[in-house]
């Protein structure tokens, strides 16, 4: 069965650094997602992707956050300066249902640890 | 925007007992709701959903019943088994919309 894939698995970063999360989505999808979990926290969404462009963002993605498509199978997810409190695990997510963000396809998501 | 809310926290069931996982919605343009079970260090998996024009939904042991009219809807188990021990989150979205909004989560241990 496809699945959606995320590098790395854990990262660890020194406050005020840039990281960048990786994922794959699958290959026949068109919305992408990215969602963080703070541990023992319910799952929150961060933003939506749809043809090459954000089709939502919650308040958590403020400018520190941005999201890429660089080529037809990646995904990112760029946090500028990191903060202690964006440590979290987040889940890249992709779905393939036209005009809904149904039946999400969750990555095994990357464990950010900010010092 | 959408708040979702679910009960309990905490469910502890003997195997093969059922299991039901409440959650309630305020949106009421919200029409579509799904579940994931997420066991411990893993992603979260959908295991069954419902669109808004749907009372009831049934997978093997798992069902969802909604009730739009009063805004909630709720997982039901059967036949409970150990392997089903995990946190359960139902999650609330509109058609259109790229967000789900995820209740607390319910951790349901099964007891052999």
């Known amino acids: 069965e496809p699945e959606v894939t995320q590098t790395p698995s854990h990262q660890v970063t020194q406050m005020g650094q840039e990281v960048i999360l990786r994922c794959v989505p699958i290959?026949?999808?068109?919305?992408f997602y990215w969602y963080r979990q703070i541990l023992g926290q319910k799952v929150e969404f961060l933003v939506s992707?749809?043809?090459?462009?954000?089709?939502?963002k919650s308040e958590i993605f403020d400018d520190q956050f941005s999201v890429e498509r660089p080529d037809g199978s990646n995904f990112t997810l760029k946090i500028r300066s990191t903060k202690l409190e964006d440590s979290a695990m987040y889940f890249c997510?992709?779905?393939?249902?036209?005009?809904?963000?149904?039946?999400?396809?969750f990555g095994s998501g990357t464990q950010l640890s900010v010092l | 925007g959408e708040n979702v809310e679910q009960h309990p926290s905490t469910l502890s069931v003997q195997e093969g007992d059922s299991a039901v996982i409440k959650c309630t919605y305020s949106?009421?343009?919200?029409?579509?709701f799904p579940w994931y079970k997420q066991e411990l260090g893993k992603r979260p998996q959908l295991i069954i959903d419902?669109?808004?024009?749907?009372g009831e939904k049934k997978d093997q042991r798992i069902a969802v019943t909604l009730n739009k009219t009063a805004k909630h809807f709720s997982l039901h188990i059967t036949e409970t088994q150990p392997e089903d021990s995990a946190v359960y989150f139902c999650?609330?979205?509109?058609?259109?919309?790229?967000?789900?909004?995820f209740g607390d989560g319910t951790t349901l241990t099964v007891k052999p």
């Open positions: 997510a992709s779905s393939t249902d036209r005009g809904s963000n149904e039946k999400l396809f």
């Open positions: 290959s026949n999808h068109l919305y």
């Open positions: 992707f749809y043809n090459n462009e954000i089709s939502e």
């Open positions: 949106d009421s343009a919200s029409n579509y």
């Open positions: 419902i669109r808004s024009n749907v």
């Open positions: 999650a609330a979205s509109k058609v259109n919309a790229g967000k789900s909004t």
